[in-house]
């Protein structure tokens, strides 16, 4: 069995997995993907240290590092069930979706999130080429620019107001009849004289020139027509998916499918952590996944040395 098994290939299950092997102790991963969402990213300028890279750059220079150590590196497996420990020092058992099942004293999930996406015509087209997804990252890109937010609740109204100090202009656009966002973001959001909100609107057509977005299609849901909007950006709120659909049962989960971690990423079961975007640690970024990754590595080591095998 392994000492320790890191499900997800993102900058987290990375840096979990090179923190045991330097810590001498039996270290395997499993990837559906090696590279997590780090593979769809284009440009990359808040890694700290490194003013610019690219996604699969990144990606490679990540497996490049784990393979310096002795890590069975298991990519293009999708593990299907958690079978968490019957008594304490016990194995768990992780059941991959090929019907092969690995034990391990420890396991660090980190399946990471995925954005969820609009399904609208010209979105997977301008993904990166002005479509985008995290405000934190691809802000920047678009200083000067007219940006469209699509999304009222906490993280459209957050994005919008951030947005708003660096773009031209921004418009909001929620579906519903009013922003769902809490009364604090919406007041704030008021302030700003360049944001445009539009509610009752739902987005129907990314359009561009065949390079990049040159604007956006909305229908407005009382009267049904169409409205055009002319901007070179997308910034798509409509929620970040965490990968949990597996570990229903396993693992305590939030309402929203996040998995609960305390400040060591020990989650509900003794000797199971999280790290990254699959947890309720906010702010989801790779600098930050990396952090909650090597926690996890050096709890799960820790655990370890505490805890007789059964
Ligand atoms: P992920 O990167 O999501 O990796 C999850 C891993 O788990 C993958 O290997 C996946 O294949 C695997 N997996 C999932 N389910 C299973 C399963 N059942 N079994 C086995 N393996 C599984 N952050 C920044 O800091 N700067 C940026 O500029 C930036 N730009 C971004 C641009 C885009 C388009 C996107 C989508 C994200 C961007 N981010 C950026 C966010 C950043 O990519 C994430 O915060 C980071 O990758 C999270 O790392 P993670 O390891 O937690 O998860």
């Not at 490679?60 to 593990?79: F, G, S």
């Not at 087209?125 to 890109?141: I, T």
């Not at 004289?193 to 009752?200: D, E, F, K, L, Q």
């Not at 299609?217 to 659909?245: C, M, W």
Request: aromatic share 6%; charged share 20%.
């Amino acid at each position: 069995p392994f000492d320790v098994l890191v499900v997800g290939g993102g900058p987290a299950g990375a840096a979990a997995a090179i923190y045991t092997a330097r810590k001498g102790i039996r270290t395997g991963i499993v990837a559906e993907r090696f590279g997590g969402q780090v593979l769809d990213t284009m440009a990359i300028e808040n890694f700290i240290s490194v003013p610019h890279t690219e996604g699969p750059k990144l990606a490679a220079h990540l497996e490049q590092h784990v393979r310096e150590y002795e890590v069975d590196l298991m990519n293009l497996q999708k593990a299907a069930k958690l079978i968490p420990a019957k008594v304490p020092g016990g194995l768990h058992e992780v059941v991959l979706e090929n019907g092969a099942s690995l034990k391990s004293r420890t396991v660090i999930l980190s399946t990471g999130a995925r954005w969820r996406q609009m399904n609208v015509p010209g979105e997977d087209q301008y993904k990166n080429k002005g479509v985008a997804y995290c405000p934190h990252c691809d802000g920047p890109l678009f200083k000067g620019k007219r940006v469209a937010v699509i999304g009222g609740g906490n993280s459209g109204v957050e994005a919008a107001i951030d947005l708003a100090g660096i773009v031209a202009h921004v418009t909001l656009i929620e579906y519903d009849s009013e922003l769902r966002a809490d009364a604090v973001l919406q007041r704030k959001l008021a302030t700003l004289p360049n944001v445009r909100i539009v509610t009752s609107a739902l987005t129907t057509e990314v359009r561009g020139d065949g390079e990049k977005v040159t604007g956006l299609v909305y229908k407005d849901r009382n009267s049904d027509a169409h409205h055009d909007v002319d901007l070179e950006g997308v910034f798509v709120q409509i929620g970040l998916v965490p990968n949990t659909e597996w570990l229903h049962g396993a693992v305590a989960l939030t309402t929203r499918g996040e998995i609960e971690v305390d400040h060591r990423g020990e989650t509900s079961q003794p000797g199971v952590f999280g790290a990254g975007d699959v947890t309720t640690v906010p702010y989801k970024q790779i600098v930050v996944a990396m952090g909650e990754g090597s926690k996890a590595g050096l709890a799960a080591f820790d655990y370890m040395i505490r805890t007789v095998p059964a």
